[in-house]
């Protein structure tokens, strides 16, 4: 494939109202054209108010759109009877014989149903977006003059795609195909040690679109609520995004070190949680996810490099010290994790919110543990406030730091 940058830039209107969905088709659509030009709408009324003032190239719109759905943008677009007709590619949940024939009198460039097939609509993409086999190089946007790294994450904080990934996805979800499709029994047990693909899926289970009735707070939940297409869907989806894995052998090996202080945390707690007759796996999520904050100031300071910034050693743990929390709390509150998960976050850090459950003091306990190194004396630890609530000893953290080990 050669590298064409003559192509004409294309000018590219996505609207979807469930935020995930949107997410993933940003993320696609730039996978296949980095240059393109991408207004996003999550409902009919702004997308004709962004269409206003030009024609897209190309429009990905599904038809469950709030106010003005995406059939009528379809019929308001081949009412101008532009030649050629407008590229549109019309998204549904409806795939009854009524609906697909009352949308290809409008003539779409393709109807697809949901959830989508990514595969088969990257390659529509490729056919409407590229010509002839080309592809388009982009280079990575340069620091702007003066810009330092304390600016460079302040500007981050409210738009950080979160940490980055520790299981390789496409691997993920080839090795959890069974003999009728993906299996989310095989799906879990390849994704569940992933504090990244694990906050997100809870994420877009909790969604409007998805949620129905109480929060959705582990991956096992989340997974089943999404089915298994749109959940390997949005998991491969984060394959896509630029810096989901780091490569700098400095940030990786924080992030690494950070991994396992999790990991340890998620298991002593989902230990300690069946000792005590607790949510064992809402326990074990909570403790996976304690350093989504600092892997997220992690895979930002790769993106500083990336673009031109240098780090060292020092300057790598004064901004984790100092971004960390801020970054975890962000990005809890702009995935809308449920309130009752975040309350156990929280515990592991041991901020005081004046609730407390034994779900609670076991996290308090579990994030400590978690801390500590595999030698490390528990006596004090036992001697601890929520140890003491719990009546947890030394014996017993020291079994279960045991089957944590094993």
């Known amino acids: ?222 997974l089943a609520m999404l089915g298994a297409t749109q959940s390997v869907n949005l998991v491969q989806g984060l394959a896509l995004k630029r810096g989901a894995v780091l490569t700098d052998a400095t940030l990786l090996l924080h992030a690494t070190e950070i991994w396992e202080v999790s990991q340890r945390t998620a298991e002593c707690a989902r230990t300690l949680a069946r000792k005590l007759d607790l949510d064992h796996e809402r326990c074990y999520c909570a403790g996976l996810l304690r350093g989504l904050g600092e892997l997220t100031v992690l895979r930002c300071m790769q993106d500083w490099l990336i673009a031109g910034g240098s780090l060292d050693e020092a300057t790598i743990r004064r901004a984790l010290a100092q971004y960390s929390a801020s970054f975890g709390s962000a990005l809890r509150t702009r995935w809308r994790l449920p309130l009752e998960l975040r309350e156990l976050i929280a515990a592991v850090y041991q901020y005081n919110t004046g609730v407390f459950t034994r779900e609670i003091l076991a996290m308090t306990v579990a994030g400590q543990m978690g801390s500590l190194g595999l030698e490390d004396p528990l006596e004090a630890l036992a001697k601890s406030k929520s140890a003491r609530l719990l009546k947890v000893s030394e014996s017993d953290l020291e079994r279960v730091r045991n089957k944590t080990v094993a």
Request: hydrophobic share 45%; glycine share 6%.
């Open 1 to 222: 494939m050669t590298v064409v940058e003559a192509l004409a830039v294309p000018r590219v209107l996505i609207a979807e109202s469930d935020p995930w969905a949107r997410e993933m088709l940003n993320e696609l659509v730039l996978d296949v054209r980095c240059d393109a030009q991408l207004d996003i709408c999550s409902n009919g009324r702004e997308a004709i108010e962004r269409m206003s003032g030009y024609i897209p190239d190309l429009v990905i719109a599904s038809r469950e759109l709030p106010g003005v759905d995406g059939l009528s943008l379809l019929r308001g677009l081949r009412q101008l009877r532009l030649q050629p007709p407008v590229r549109f590619i019309l998204l549904s949940s409806r795939s009854d014989s009524v609906s697909v024939r009352e949308a290809v009198q409008l003539a779409p460039t393709a109807y697809l149903t949901k959830p989508l097939n990514m595969e088969g609509l990257r390659h529509r993409l490729e056919a409407l977006l590229l010509q002839d086999g080309a592809q388009v190089a982009c280079a990575v946007p340069a620091l702007a003059p003066g810009v330092g790294l304390d600016a460079f994450l302040e500007n981050r904080r409210e738009v950080a795609d979160g940490g980055p990934l520790f299981v390789d996805v496409r691997a993920a979800v080839a090795s959890s195909r069974g003999a009728s499709g993906v299996e989310l029994t095989l799906l879990e047990q390849a994704l569940i040690h992933d504090p990244h693909v694990t906050a997100l899926l809870i994420a877009a289970a909790n969604s409007a679109s998805n949620h129905q009735g109480k929060p959705v707070q582990t991956l096992r939940q989340a």
